[in-house]
């Protein structure tokens, strides 16, 4: 394949020519007057964002390294921890926390399905030293946007810190930090914003940084009272991903200019037409309806279709790159992302060719009804008159 490919996985995500230029400057000193301007808008920028007045920390790592950070200055060995989990990240993040020694009662729901507020509600009241709720914004994993603000309610009534993985939401899907009452949220990067990987942004409240002054986990790149300490003064504890900075400055510019809520919509109307185009094409979608994600469709493939095999025929011959299952999903799913750097062309681009695929790999005939769905879906008719 001799064309750039389309990266359709949910994450890392397209780079707009803008932000590929905004990287082709000489480096420069990280502790210098440009870099703490840069710094400044960042944080600045990334706070309209997460709709919070609390610190920002920028943190050079992936969003997992956001998320350690969020264990090793919260919770100490030994103390209680519910996990809220519908996925493969909610694994992750309970995973996290055992690995520092918390005790983690986790709250299990299907593959699929959204995290019931009633239900976090109940274990809360049985776990009444559980301090800490991790809750996952946006399951990857499934394709899946649980209903955060409903869950981070039911943890600050009952008193407890919301600690919140929005990596692949964040920037793409409507969040309110302060209002929804949460205390630490997690974003990267390479998502929604448009910026190649290396950097995870942290918003922190007051009742965190409380709670960070009392645990007792080790910690030292990931200390947060370092990273707040050396942003007053304009600067990271230690080096940063400068260049990924200079990215992560052009991506906040193109969301200002295109204005957060067009932001949200285009997602939407995206997630809206993927949706329809696979379904067009005999899959089925697997995530509960009313909890679809903007940002990352997954659906369970066709009878007889192998699910490596079409993968491999959509990057070598297409061009086109689609995500698979993870964990216990492996093989079974593919999972089309649509965040970031992405139009309504894209997706007629990567629908007509699994439809193509599907027909070379002996499925279905492909007689455009794929593109059709999602040029339908696109005007806005609805799918009972199609
Ligand atoms: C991408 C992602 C992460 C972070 O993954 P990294 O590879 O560490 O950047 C965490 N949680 C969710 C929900 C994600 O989508």
């Given at each position: 394949m001799t064309f750039q490919s389309q990266l359709r996985i949910p994450g890392p995500t397209p780079l707009p020519e803008r932000v590929l230029r905004s990287m082709q400057r000489p480096m420069i000193d990280h502790r210098g007057p440009e870099f703490a301007a840069i710094l400044a808008e960042i944080t600045a920028g990334a706070r309209r964002v997460f709709k919070t007045k609390n610190d920002l920390l920028l943190l050079t790592s992936s969003g997992t390294g956001g998320l350690e950070s969020a264990v090793a200055n919260l919770v100490s060995p030994g103390d209680q921890v519910v996990a809220a989990l519908c996925g493969n990240f909610g694994e992750r993040f309970a995973a996290l926390a055992a690995a520092y020694g918390a005790d983690v009662v986790r709250l299990e729901f299907e593959w699929g399905q959204p995290v019931d507020p009633d239900d976090l509600r109940i274990i809360l009241e049985r776990h009444p030293n559980a301090r800490i709720v991790l809750l996952t914004h946006n399951e990857t994993s499934t394709g899946l946007t649980n209903p955060l603000r409903e869950l981070a309610r039911v943890a600050r009534d009952a008193e407890r810190l919301v600690v919140v993985d929005g990596v692949s939401s964040i920037s793409s899907i409507d969040i309110e930090a302060d209002a929804w009452g949460i205390d630490v949220a997690v974003s990267g990067?390479?998502?929604?914003?448009?910026a190649p990987p290396g950097l995870a942004l942290v918003s922190v409240s007051e009742r965190a940084w409380a709670q960070q002054a009392k645990a007792r986990s080790p910690r030292f790149y990931f200390d947060w009272k370092e990273a707040r300490t050396w942003a007053e003064k304009g600067m990271t504890p230690f080096t940063p991903a400068v260049p990924v900075a200079f990215a992560l400055q052009e991506g906040l510019h193109m969301l200002e200019e295109e204005g957060l809520g067009n932001v949200y919509e285009r997602h939407a109307r995206l997630a809206r037409a993927t949706q329809a185009g696979l379904k067009a094409l005999g899959f089925e979608l697997f995530a509960q309806d009313g909890y679809r994600s903007n940002t990352v469709t997954s659906a369970l493939p066709p009878g007889g279709l192998d699910v490596a095999a079409l993968r491999k025929l959509l990057d070598t011959r297409y061009g086109v790159v689609i995500a698979g299952g993870q964990g216990k999903m492996t093989g079974k799913m593919v999972r089309v992302g649509h965040l970031g750097a992405v139009a309504e062309g894209d997706v007629v681009q990567v629908i007509w060719a699994i439809e193509q695929a599907l027909e070379e790999l002996d499925i279905?005939?492909?007689?455009g009804r794929g593109v059709a769905a999602v040029t339908a879906s696109v005007q806005g008719i609805p799918a009972a008159a199609r």
């Open positions: 990067s390479q998502k929604g914003w448009m279905a005939p492909a007689d």
